[in-house]
């Protein structure tokens, strides 16, 4: 079966492969629903990807272009001459097409370079002509069409054929994530744009206050609990500018990652693209992301620096085509504020999907990587990687292949890691697969994959702590008046980053002198910045998309938020090479590895960080006191060892709770490389120096 046998070859280029992909639905099927097969009238499109050509001719030149000593290092191709040498041709398409056609499927578009053609038909005529069943699925609540087998070509089209994408339909998610208050899951309320005046600070920038006591009492009298530590987030009543619970503005992420003196020198990103890939998109991003401009004190977008392409014809957000539901517009508005925050002389294209499906999130991805728009591409959306491996490989076969070429061009393709820390739940629950995962294509070893940190400011938006982002949290006292909660309740992990060892990609050569615990695969993720919804930071949004309906300020976090940030952190990076007279930097990770000193900040909670970290006393008579340790407040935490946490009042329950910061379910932060945040954060003015100095 060649699906198979192109996944077997593609690990085979990278080196051995943990866990061979097996066919189409495997043994997480077993734990889905199986709601007997598709309508076979129902019509579907199909993507059939093409091989290229000389595949092992650009594997090795494209190890080349990261490798020092390498006469071809980052002696990246043209369009026009990975065209010429690697893509599929017009014959190859037409054959393609042909094969297609006699099995009454209709062709709507062949790609301009001939990667792929799409083609539309009905069920029947798709499992005929790929020799395979198509069923429905329930998987995580949602009626899916999946195909049991891999599917399977015959004729001349067989050799040219790389994969084949439609014969499932799952999709991608975003990786946003909104401040919220884990006790109800429900995101804390957003304000009007015009609550103050125009200094771009709504939410308090004081995301860890001073150690505080707190007694809870019940009627006055016993039982009660006293706690003392660190305070999270301002008080509940705290009026604008400082709103409770903590947000950050543009200008301190400025500052706290040491942008000011970046700009001092005259780098900002001028001269450089940021390409950024959604979905949907929203309908309002030109107007919103001006006010929020116009309120942080940025150049607002024109034609002039902001474009808009779809290259699937059409893209809208609304509440009946999944964009509304997937937060899609938050996405979108998150990605470009912030990419434009971070470098605000860079030009933003801004690439969306008609939808978030594999083949439409793909062809995005493509468009931006072919057209060539810039040398930064930024992708805030993922699925586990074990759950492509057990029911649609084909995603593997195209997201790398995509990685591969943008690497091979010079453009360093930059995602982000996910919110649901090692997957473990997410994937039991979403596709009833017991296992831990790192997302894809933050897996790619032609990727760069960045991960999250929670960022606590001091007065002067310096970076006083940081950890890598994963929150416990644990009930210590009811609703007003607050009689204490007797035992504390636990709640365990809620969200964090993800990261851990692909099953699929052998480690690169740039990873090879991370030694951590003795893996041979791919490690995620590379670097990190702020991600924490907890310690977010604001946007400004038109939640419904619609022109003309309220817009809010709002906080946000998740990988979504430090990819884009890290992306534009990179086209940086290349305005400051282009001004040394060299070409573009391409993949950011192999250069990441070679950086020395304090380019980038290690993220390790270190022993004095935990000294004000929350501990209590429960009196209940007739029992006798009973200590509550910080480790106990935290609730699971293995295997981190060091944390933060600090106590925390609802503004909408008026319960208190410990919040406690570092703990992403089995993984761990800790010295130098972790699969949290990776090496660490890039440190402003010394990074970008460092990364010039590295590729010279």
């Known amino acids: 079966m060649f699906l198979r046998r192109r996944l077997q070859q593609m690990c085979m280029s990278l080196g051995t492969c943990a866990l061979m992909v097996s066919s189409g639905l495997a043994a997480s099927s077993s734990q889905s629903t199986n709601l007997g097969p598709e309508d076979q009238s129902k019509q579907i499109s199909v993507t059939v990807w093409l091989n290229l050509h000389n595949k092992a001719a650009l594997d090795a030149m494209v190890q080349g272009m990261y490798d020092k000593t390498s006469p071809n290092y980052h002696k990246f191709l043209t369009m026009k001459e990975f065209k010429t040498q690697f893509a599929p041709t017009a014959k190859d398409a037409a054959t393609v097409r042909d094969?297609?056609?006699?099995?009454?499927?209709?062709?709507?578009?062949?790609?301009?370079?001939?990667?792929?053609?799409?083609?539309?038909?009905?069920?029947?005529?798709?499992?005929?002509?790929?020799?395979?069943?198509?069923?429905?699925?329930?998987?995580?609540?949602?009626?899916?069409?999946?195909?049991?087998?891999?599917?399977?070509?015959?004729?001349?089209?067989?050799?040219?054929?790389?994969?084949?994408?439609?014969?499932?339909?799952?999709?991608?998610?975003?990786?946003?994530?909104?401040?919220?208050?884990?006790?109800?899951?429900?995101?804390?309320?957003?304000?009007s744009p015009t609550a103050v005046g125009a200094d771009g600070l709504f939410f308090s920038g004081e995301c860890l206050r001073p150690p505080e006591v707190v007694t809870f009492t019940t009627g006055g009298s016993t039982p009660k609990a006293i706690y003392a530590g660190n305070r999270y987030g301002a008080n509940i009543n705290s009026p604008a500018p400082n709103l409770p619970s903590c947000g950050y503005d543009a200008a301190e992420m400025q500052k706290a990652y040491g942008l000011n003196?970046?700009?001092?020198?005259?780098?900002?990103?001028?001269?450089?693209?940021?390409?950024?890939?959604?979905?949907?998109?929203?309908?309002?991003i030109v107007a919103d992301t001006n006010l929020f401009s116009s309120l942080n004190g940025l150049p607002p977008l024109t034609s002039s620096n902001f474009t808009i392409f779809t290259p699937n014809g059409s893209a809208t957000c609304t509440s009946t085509n999944g964009?509304?539901?997937?937060?899609?517009?938050?996405?979108?508005?998150?990605?470009?504020?912030?990419?434009?925050?971070?470098?605000?002389?860079?030009?933003?294209?801004?690439?969306?999907?008609?939808?978030?499906?594999?083949?439409?999130?793909?062809?995005?991805?493509?468009?931006?990587?072919?057209?060539?728009?810039?040398?930064?591409?930024?992708?805030?959306?993922?699925?586990?990687?074990?759950?492509?491996?057990?029911?649609?490989?084909?995603?593997?076969?195209?997201?790398?292949?995509?990685?591969?070429?943008?690497?091979?061009?010079?453009?360093?393709?930059?995602?982000?890691?996910?919110?649901?820390?090692?997957?473990?739940?997410?994937?039991?629950?979403?596709?009833?697969?017991?296992?831990?995962?790192?997302?894809?294509?933050?897996?790619?070893?032609?990727?760069?994959?960045?991960?999250?940190?929670?960022?606590?400011?001091?007065?002067?938006?310096?970076?006083?702590?940081?950890?890598?982002?994963?929150?416990?949290?644990?009930?210590?006292?009811?609703?007003?008046p607050n009689p204490p909660t007797i035992p504390p309740l636990l709640f365990g992990f809620q969200s964090g980053?993800?990261?851990?060892?692909?099953?699929?990609?052998?480690?690169?050569?740039?990873?090879?002198?991370?030694?951590?615990?003795?893996?041979?695969?791919?490690q995620v993720p590379d670097i990190s910045m702020n991600a924490d919804p907890e310690?977010?930071?604001?946007?400004?949004?038109?939640?419904?998309?619609?022109?003309?309906?309220?817009?809010?300020?709002?906080?946000?976090?998740?990988?979504?938020?430090?990819?884009?940030?890290?992306?534009a952190f990179w086209a940086i990076a290349n305005q400051a090479a282009a001004a040394e007279g060299l070409g573009p930097l391409g993949q950011?990770?192999?250069?990441?590895?070679?950086?020395?000193?304090?380019?980038?900040?290690?993220?390790?909670?270190?022993?004095?960080?935990?000294?004000?970290?929350?501990?209590?006393?429960?009196?209940?008579?007739?029992?006798?006191?009973?200590?509550q340790s910080a480790a106990a407040l935290a609730g699971p935490q293995a295997p981190t060892t060091r944390f933060v946490s600090a106590l925390f009042q609802s503004s909408s329950s008026t319960r208190w709770d410990v919040f406690t910061f570092g703990t992403d379910s089995s993984l761990a932060t800790g010295p130098g490389w972790d699969n949290v945040t990776g090496l660490g954060t890039p440190n402003g003015m010394t990074f970008i120096n460092k990364v010039v100095k590295a590729v010279k």
């Open 99 to 191: 094969f297609l056609t006699t099995h009454n499927m209709k062709v709507t578009s062949i790609d301009r370079n001939n990667h792929f053609v799409v083609a539309q038909g009905s069920v029947g005529d798709a499992q005929t002509a790929f020799q395979t069943k198509i069923n429905r699925m329930m998987i995580n609540g949602v009626a899916h069409h999946v195909n049991a087998t891999p599917p399977a070509i015959a004729g001349p089209a067989a050799a040219l054929v790389s994969t084949v994408q439609g014969l499932s339909d799952l999709n991608y998610h975003a990786n946003v994530k909104p401040s919220q208050n884990p006790e109800t899951g429900v995101p804390f309320a957003g304000v």
């Open 261 to 284: 003196n970046v700009y001092k020198a005259g780098l900002d990103g001028a001269g450089q693209t940021i390409m950024i890939i959604d979905a949907f998109g929203s309908n309002t």
């Open 323 to 480: 964009c509304i539901a997937g937060n899609w517009q938050f996405e979108t508005t998150l990605d470009v504020q912030w990419a434009h925050s971070i470098a605000p002389g860079a030009n933003i294209v801004l690439i969306l999907g008609a939808d978030n499906s594999f083949t439409n999130l793909d062809i995005a991805n493509l468009f931006a990587v072919e057209n060539g728009f810039g040398t930064v591409l930024s992708n805030s959306f993922g699925i586990s990687e074990i759950a492509l491996v057990e029911l649609d490989p084909s995603e593997l076969v195209v997201e790398n292949g995509i990685s591969e070429i943008a690497a091979a061009l010079g453009i360093s393709q930059n995602v982000s890691t996910g919110d649901s820390g090692d997957q473990l739940a997410t994937n039991t629950a979403d596709f009833g697969i017991p296992s831990v995962s790192v997302q894809a294509n933050a897996d790619s070893p032609f990727a760069t994959a960045i991960g999250g940190t929670s960022t606590f400011l001091d007065s002067k938006s310096n970076i006083e702590l940081q950890t890598g982002w994963g929150m416990n949290f644990a009930r210590i006292a009811e609703a007003t």
């Open 497 to 522: 980053a993800g990261g851990g060892t692909s099953v699929v990609y052998a480690k690169p050569k740039f990873q090879k002198g991370n030694t951590t615990g003795g893996v041979k695969f791919r």
């Open 535 to 567: 310690t977010g930071n604001e946007i400004v949004v038109t939640p419904t998309s619609v022109p003309g309906d309220e817009q809010l300020v709002e906080v946000f976090g998740g990988t979504s938020l430090s990819c884009p940030m890290f992306s």
């Open 588 to 627: 950011a990770a192999p250069i990441l590895y070679e950086l020395s000193g304090n380019a980038i900040t290690d993220v390790n909670v270190k022993a004095v960080d935990t000294l004000l970290n929350v501990t209590g006393t429960i009196f209940n008579p007739p029992n006798p006191p009973s200590f």
